[in-house]
């Protein structure tokens, strides 16, 4: 397949300032007439060819300046329009005539119909499989869109923009016109007509703008639309409050459906959402559902801003708009809710998500410079480490120059099409400072290594610090330059509080972060009076693993005085995953595990600990997973062990915990109306990691099945169901709160998800077979990617010791899913095969199971670009 270059890009010869486009609705077929004004750059040659993106596309006619286009004019495929005999005149008219079957659409790209209602999804490059176009983000268009359709079966009838026209039309159909005036690229384009319910609102800007807000869903789910109008609404404000940001159009509407390949889309003034991410009340949803809600509306509309007033130039600089907008969705959220425990949680996504990728044969820069797929570059990198490479920019700026610089960058580049170096220009601008050494972290793949030690003199009252940096080699990068790494770090005193220092010496140290530029650093505190502990990369300020030598008694010291506490957090999820791991060596080698008394009860006190939020003692609670285990280990791994050292671990703190656990569940238990803030959703996520601590100690499934029944609300059940489906999925207990789950949401879609998602984490070795028959259940679809997600893109991302059981079935299983899914959804099939991503660092027998069905699956000869993108990068 064509690989794509970023030292290729090459501006287009044609742009295209405006486009009116027209649609004559049908599911079987739709008509799409698109008058496009073309204008031909004032450097291009008089007769460079015009060549338009297709996908998939019958052209119907071909006009230009109104007239017939001559055969001999252009040459059509159904991927290509290329028009060669073109008017002198710089400026002309082209109508392009296309004929489109939105029914029989299984990708979820370009025009669809999902559950009887028509909508569009055109990033990356959906656009071309609606009309001929350039279909790249550099061309900037004014729309103006017409749609037609059957009044009864779409009543509704949006566009991006502001509506401007509508009315009736004979034998039952109708038409709307809308009108967008901010030039945007076509991936912004969304069309939505159908039969839907509405939540309505209204929402003054700053400056007195009046926007009525509409949250489109089925009928009859307009309540559960309540909470994320809610989000909008405080996302809104706070853009204005925090980045002086305000929303633009009269109308702002968001819709969901069910049939969706991601979480949302941020089309301008018109976001379309998988329902999963808007719908939510206390019965259907969970805490970690509304706070997901939340952070995507967030996220969605602050694209208006990042992303869509100012887009990418080309697909390379995606991050531009994706790691800018994740930065500050986190914000969002940090802001709304406990900042502290929203940082854990992000760090705990990086590691589990960006890391693996970063270390494996998917590793690519933050800023790709080449691609087969695009859509294969909607990864965790981009996103994830994206949003850390902001917040970097941040911590070394400070918050006023990082201000002063997105100022400038909205202001320069507002209306363009740019690129990551505009983006850093305008913080180098605004602040005075070189950025050169910094940007490194968009163009070089692979995390980071910091290596640490540190001694102190008493004599001298003075601590020195040695710190080397290394970044591992990746794909096609061997060499690797020195980055510039800012570490926020702390010297805690005996009694926890932090030490002065009189000065300091090797490196740049401001404002509590050290500046690491060059190979190695000796760092010198000196007027530091007592020996300290050195906590480092505070509020994880950099995304890299550490070599720290340090011996537990500090570790456990910081876990219990840090003043930071992401710290705290991290210092002991640091004690815990080492005893995991030496567990699991004890395990392989036949021995019992055994664990440390004070990792033991500093894990229980914390829990118990009422001086500290409850969200935060859940974390503190909750044991390192399975996943997390093996990417520490790094090579030869047995998840078979490192599950059986869990289980033992969660077993000793369980019993450690005992009297204590069942007195703080029991009191935690409050009688008050639900409510999905912070505070009670950190008490009930407390419940939830005791609950199964208290089973455990039990060895009894009464205790969360009597939680299971007595649950107002779905994060408890949920819960309740998740322990007793982990740990008694073969009692009386489990198998009857499975079937009563069952039974209560067998309507309900986006619920029985959950079913299907607590199944597949089951550890046994049935499981394999499980899920095969409940692909068999009357509610799975393969063609809806969330039925995928929750069955069998859980079982692979959730379920270490039954995806990769020895026997290799676990493979075989979602292989042949990756398979037969492709010929439907080469997108969601391609996502699901990079769970194969870290095969090589397994032990020999799993490994050779997984290197045999993965070149099973390269030699088809069917295989989408997608799939065979990610499968030769997985191999290579
Ligand atoms: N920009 C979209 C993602 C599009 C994915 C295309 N394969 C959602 C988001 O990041 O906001
Ligand atoms: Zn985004």
Redesign the pocket.
């Known amino acids: 397949g064509q690989i794509f270059r970023l030292e290729d890009y090459q501006p287009s010869n044609y742009l295209i300032p405006e486009i009116a486009l027209d649609f004559r609705l049908d599911p079987q077929e739709t008509l799409v007439t698109a008058t496009l004004t073309v204008e031909r750059i004032a450097r291009a040659p008089a007769d460079a060819p015009l060549i338009l993106d297709g996908d998939g596309l019958t052209l119907e006619a071909l006009r230009i300046n109104g007239e017939e286009a001559a055969t001999d004019s252009h040459d059509v495929s159904p991927d290509r329009l290329t028009i060669t005999r073109l008017p002198a005149s710089r400026q002309f008219e082209l109508t392009i005539v296309t004929r489109i079957a939105p029914a029989m659409n299984t990708t979820l790209m370009g025009l669809y119909v999902s559950n009887g209602v028509f909508c569009t999804q055109c990033?990356?490059e959906g656009f071309r499989r609606i009309t001929y176009f350039l279909d790249r983000p550099d061309i900037l268009s004014v729309y103006t869109v017409r749609m037609e359709a059957d009044r009864s079966e779409a009543p509704l009838l949006l566009s991006n923009g502001n509506p401007v026209e509508k009315g009736v039309l004979a034998d039952g159909r109708h038409f709307a016109v809308w009108h967008d005036p901010f030039p945007k690229p076509s991936y912004l384009f969304a069309l939505v007509a159908g039969d839907l319910g509405v939540v309505k609102d209204r929402f003054t800007t700053a400056s007195g703008r009046e926007v009525d807000l509409g949250i489109y869903v089925e009928h009859g789910k307009e309540e559960r639309a309540t909470y994320a109008m809610d989000a909008l609404k405080r996302s809104m404000r706070w853009d204005e409050d925090r980045f002086g940001r305000e929303y633009d159009l009269d109308v702002f509407n968001i819709v969901a459906v069910s049939d969706f390949?991601?979480?949302?889309?941020?089309n301008k003034g018109l976001n379309v959402f998988n329902d999963k991410y808007v719908l939510a009340d206390h019965d259907t949803a969970t805490d970690a559902d509304f706070a997901n809600i939340e952070a995507i509306i967030a996220?969605?509309y602050f694209?208006n801003w990042t992303g869509n007033r100012i887009t990418c130039r080309d697909w390379f600089q995606l991050c531009l708009k994706?790691g800018l907008?994740v930065f500050r969705d986190h914000e969002f959220s940090a802001d709304q809710r406990s900042r502290a425990v929203k940082r854990i949680a992000e760090v705990r996504g990086l590691r589990a998500h960006q890391f693996p990728e970063d270390q494996g044969p998917l590793a690519h820069p933050v800023r790709p410079r080449r691609y087969r797929e695009i859509?294969n570059f909607?990864t965790a990198t981009v996103y994830e480490k994206g949003s850390e490479v902001v917040r970097m920019l941040c911590t070394i700026l400070g918050s006023e120059a990082f201000r002063a610089g997105m100022d400038l960058y909205f202001d320069r580049h507002d209306g363009q099409a740019v690129t990551i170096e505009d983006f850093v220009k305008s913080f180098e601008d605004a602040s005075g400072r070189d950025l050169s050494q910094f940007s490194l972290w968009y163009h070089q793949a692979g995390t980071p290594n910091v290596a640490l030690s540190s001694r102190y003199d008493g004599n001298k009252n003075a601590l020195t610090v040695e710190i080397e940096q290394s970044v591992p080699p990746t794909p096609s990068e061997n060499r690797k330059r020195l980055m510039h790494i800012p570490l926020a770090f702390g010297l805690v005193g005996p009694d926890g509080s932090d030490l002065d220092y009189e000065s300091v010496e090797g490196a740049n140290v401001e404002n509590g972060v050290m500046h690491l530029r060059r190979r190695r650093h000796q760092i010198t505190f000196k007027g530091v009076t007592a020996r300290p502990v050195l906590s480092i990369n505070r509020g994880f300020s950099a995304p890299v693993t550490l070599s720290v030598e340090i011996n537990a008694n500090e570790q456990l010291f910081l876990a219990r005085h840090d003043s930071d506490p992401f710290s705290r957090w991290q210092a002991l999820n640091t004690l815990l995953t080492g005893a995991l791991i030496t567990a699991s060596k004890s395990v392989r080698g036949g021995k019992k595990p055994v664990f440390d008394d004070e990792i033991i009860s500093i894990t229980a006190d914390l829990a118990a600990d009422e001086t500290l939020e409850e969200a935060f003692r859940a974390l503190t609670l909750s044991v390192p997973g399975e996943a997390d285990v093996a990417r520490e280990i790094g090579r030869d791994i047995d998840p078979d062990t490192i599950h059986a050292a869990r289980k033992a671990l969660l077993l000793a703190i369980a019993q450690a915990g005992g009297e204590t656990f069942r007195k703080l569940y029991d009191g935690l238990l409050d009688n008050a109306p639900f409510s999905p803030d912070a505070r009670s959703a950190g008490r009930r996520a407390l419940r939830n990691t005791l609950i199964e601590f208290l089973t455990l100690d039990d060895a009894n499934p009464a205790a969360a099945y009597r939680q299971f029944e007595d649950a107002d609300n779905m994060t408890e059940r949920a819960g309740a169901l998740t322990v007793l489906a982990q740990h008694f999925h073969d009692t009386a207990e489990g198998r009857a709160a499975l079937a009563a789950f069952e039974e209560r949401y067998s309507n309900n879609p986006l619920v029985l998800d959950k079913w299907f998602q607590i199944q597949a984490m089951i550890p046994s070795a049935e499981t394999v077979s499980l899920i095969r028959n409940l692909m068999k259940h009357p509610q799975f679809l393969l063609a809806n990617p969330n039925r995928v997600r929750a069955l069998v893109g859980t079982f692979s991302m959730a379920n270490q010791t039954a995806f990769h059981s020895a026997d290799g079935e676990g493979y075989r299983l979602v292989a042949e899913t990756v398979t037969a899914l492709d010929r439907h959804n080469p997108?969601v099939a391609a996502r699901l095969a990079t769970a194969f991503r870290s095969w090589r660092s397994l032990e020999k027998g799993r490994r050779e199971h997984a290197r045999k069905l993965l070149s099973e699956m390269a030699r088809r000869d069917d295989l989408s670009r997608d799939l065979a993108d990610i499968l030769e990068r997985t191999l290579a």
């Open positions: 990033e990356a390949n991601m979480g949302a889309m941020e996220h969605e694209h994706e907008t859509n909607y997108q």
